[in-house]
């Protein structure tokens, strides 16, 4: 009996002082996930802005909702109103929305200068999304210093869309096929005075060494029209109303020709001048002073894993910054080298300017 004592003293004096193993301890990431996971769900809810279109919405909410039981609030909105949106409701003492996916302009422009966010590589847990190997370029790309505004989607545009039952999508080679007389008065864009594709596209204009204020002022003589609404755009050429519409989401494009619209968008590569790289609905914010603010941890973890990665591309014909992330379900998508980039604050500083020529060559 007292060996019996002894030997178990031992036992407890040997583990005790490290001598014997004892059980692994889990690695301190999957402790602080599991701590989060369980309080996001106590929260139930995470609150999201983003942009417009029934595919973005269901890739962006149902898979998530239905893996952990925590419900999206999604409100889809242009990029231009996000700003303004949040700052009347922050000087109200509202403080509505945990998550912005979408464009990078409101984000850089406005709720970053703003103080609205916070920086998001604190609410990166899981190895997966941590690691930098898993990211294009051995990083993790973000348009800030401070790491608030992160890169999740890189796309080559398509900055040009037709009714292929009017013209042929071959039939345009360079923007200044759009000088030709059968085009005046049936141009239609998106308004590039507000943040969004259209003005994407039209900074590409601008800063492109072959076209430039020179193209603008000369396209401004074809009448095109400046519309705010990407409904009205794309019924516009669906219609034969108009024969070209510059700059929209690939994403709301697509969606319509999924469901039998005649519509098509001219792939860059076979645009001499090319087209601009974008985020399209790939910048991803977390605001800070959230009501939410473990689901959204948990959201954005989600979201930047590989499996989301790959179904959010497949979804919404993207293109990952994951470098994991396969790229031949949308090969005029991948980014082409040394294109002009139209997302990033360089990109911006110059939108002042290019709205200058825009005035002045009496675009409307």
């Known amino acids: 009996m007292m060996r019996r004592i002894y030997l178990l003293l031992t036992i407890v004096v040997m583990v005790a002082v490290g001598y014997l193993p004892t059980a692994a301890a889990a690695p301190a990431w999957q402790e602080e996930w599991e701590k989060v996971l369980a309080a996001a769900k106590k929260e139930g809810t995470v609150s999201m802005i983003g942009l417009a279109g029934s595919r ?23 990029g231009s109103e996000i700003g303004p949106k949040v700052s009347v409701e922050r000087k109200a003492g509202k403080f509505l929305w945990d998550i912005c996916v979408g464009g990078p302009t ?13 920086p998001i590589e604190p609410a990166l847990i899981l190895p997966d999304v941590k690691d930098p190997k898993h990211w294009r370029g051995g990083r993790i790309e973000y348009l800030d210093a401070g790491k608030h505004i992160l890169m999740m989607m890189v796309t080559q545009r398509g900055t040009l869309v037709v009714n292929p039952k009017v013209v042929k999508p071959d039939s345009i080679n360079s923007y200044k096929d759009l000088l030709n007389p059968k085009f005046k008065q049936k141009i239609v864009m998106d308004d590039p005075t507000m943040s969004g594709p259209g003005q994407a596209t ?9 076209l430039g204020p020179n193209f603008i002022r ?10 705010r609404d990407w409904n009205q755009e794309l019924e516009g050429v669906a219609r034969e109303k108009y024969l070209v519409l510059i700059g929209i989401f690939d994403t709301l494009v697509e969606d319509r020709i999924a ?6 968008v001219i792939d860059p590569r076979k645009i001499k001048e090319g087209s601009d790289t974008s985020s399209n609905a790939g910048a991803v914010s977390l605001f800070n002073r959230a009501p939410h603010p473990n689901a959204a941890k948990v959201y954005i973890n989600w979201l930047l894993s ?6 959010f591309a497949r979804m919404n014909h993207n293109i ?3 470098s994991d992330v396969p790229t031949d379900h949308a090969p005029r998508l991948v980014p082409i080298p040394n294109s002009i980039d139209t997302y990033k604050q360089h990109s911006l500083d ?12 009496g675009l409307r």
């Open 56 to 78: 973005l919405k269901d890739s962006l909410t149902l898979a998530f909702e239905k893996k952990y039981g925590i419900k999206v609030e999604y409100s889809a909105l242009r």
């Open 106 to 118: 409101s984000p850089l422009l406005v709720l970053l200068p703003g103080g609205m966010l916070d």
């Open 202 to 210: 039209f900074m590409f204009f601008y800063m492109h060494p072959e």
């Open 218 to 227: 000369a396209l401004a003589k074809q009448e095109p029209m400046a519309l």
């Open 259 to 264: 469901t039998g619209v005649p519509l098509a």
């Open 306 to 311: 590989k499996e989301v990665q790959t179904d």
């Open 320 to 322: 990952s910054t994951r």
């Open 350 to 361: 110059i939108i002042p300017d290019m709205l200058a020529v825009f005035k002045e060559a």
